[in-house]
């Protein structure tokens, strides 16, 4: 029996999303996929996971891996970090690389090349913020040029705003023209290889970034504490998930600023994150948070293993505690 991922005219191709943080990478996913399936933030470094987000036009599967920005830092966290951009885009087909069109381009890449640390195969430029720019002042081919002598790699070029859709359509039409004959990889409707366990602690985790300021976001993590999946299970509740999750902070003082007065910040982070649980499982859900004092989490290897990030080659050893 023919299956339907298997028909012989499906097409397929999986493209990395990279770039500097900040330049819109997951925002530009969302676009493409048609909504907001990985997490977005006004802050840089939001993402530190590469995951795939995948969706179908027509019989043309396209994957597309977003990955953390890369930037530079001697930290155990941010080397893992960088580690998932490179690991992120090895083995897809062509890479994207995003450029923020409000920023001075060519210092950008250049800087991101330096940071990358490995070598890019094919790969198209996309500009990124259209919208926030006058196009008129914008000589996309010098820019290309002066982009491709830094990366020779580099095939062309598109200007796209990923809020108000500028020349996505003209990108998706490319992106089909390249896609080559091959079976799909999520035949039947799943968007990525990550579950929803992980796209919970995500949607936690972009509330904190939305409610605490300046570096506070970037000293927590969330970890899952339980996960029960009560669908099919024949019991008699409307709940479909319940869920405790952890926030972990660094320190004492930063607990009393996430929990908030009167647990005013912890609770809002708990409402608005259920709510995007819910539209992803399309079911009601508990969800129970905490807030945990785990002095330097981020060079805590259970931590970092249990949020996605493995060591590296270059990772020092820290020692094993919760
Ligand atoms: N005006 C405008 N803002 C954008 C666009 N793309 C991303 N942003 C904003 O830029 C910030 C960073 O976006 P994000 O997708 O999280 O970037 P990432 O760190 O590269 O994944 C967020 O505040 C987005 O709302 C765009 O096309 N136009
Ligand atoms: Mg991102």
């Known amino acids: 029996m023919l299956l339907e991922d298997q028909h012989p005219h499906n097409k397929a191709i ?52 977003d990955t953390p920005g890369v930037h530079s830092s001697a930290q155990e966290l941010n080397k893992r970090i960088n580690g998932q951009a490179i690991m992120g885009s090895e083995g897809v087909d062509i890479n994207f690389v995003l ?26 430029i996309i500009f990124t913020k259209a919208d926030l720019v006058d196009l008129e002042k914008i000589n996309q081919a010098f820019l290309t040029e002066k982009l491709k002598e830094l990366c020779p790699s580099i095939e062309k070029s598109f200007v796209v705003s990923s809020l ?40 936690i985790r ?12 970037y000293e927590i993590a969330v970890v899952i504490d339980e996960y029960k999946d009560m669908r099919g299970r024949g019991e008699d509740t409307k709940v479909e998930a319940h869920i405790s999750a952890s926030i972990l902070v660094n320190r004492p003082s930063q607990r009393a600023i996430v929990v908030g007065r009167g647990g005013s910040i912890i609770k809002e982070i708990g409402i608005n994150a259920r709510k995007k649980i819910e ?23 259970w931590v970092l293993d249990e949020i996605g990030l493995p060591r590296t080659q270059n990772s020092h050893r820290v020692w094993r505690k919760k």
């Open 14 to 65: 999986m493209i990395s999303v990279l770039g500097k943080p900040n330049v819109g990478k997951s925002s530009f996913i969302n676009n493409l996929l048609g909504f907001d399936l990985t997490i977005v933030s006004s802050k840089p470094q939001t993402t530190r996971n590469h995951f795939h987000c995948a969706f179908t036009i027509d019989r043309t599967e396209i994957v597309l891996v």
């Open 279 to 301: 539209a992803m499982i399309g079911g009601q859900v508990h969800l129970n948070l905490h807030v945990k004092v785990s002095p330097k989490w981020f060079n805590n290897n």
């Open 206 to 217: 972009e509330q904190a970034f939305r409610l605490l300021k300046e570096e506070l976001p």
């Open 99 to 124: 450029c923020d069109l409000t920023t001075d381009v060519v210092a950008e890449f250049r800087d991101f090349l330096k940071n990358f640390d490995s070598q890019l195969g094919k790969t198209w």
């Open 164 to 203: 108000d859709g500028h020349n996505i359509h003209l990108l998706l039409a490319d992106i089909e023209k390249v896609a080559v004959n091959a079976p799909h990889l999520y035949p039947g409707g799943e968007v990525s290889n990550k579950n929803e366990r992980f796209f919970a602690t995500e949607y």
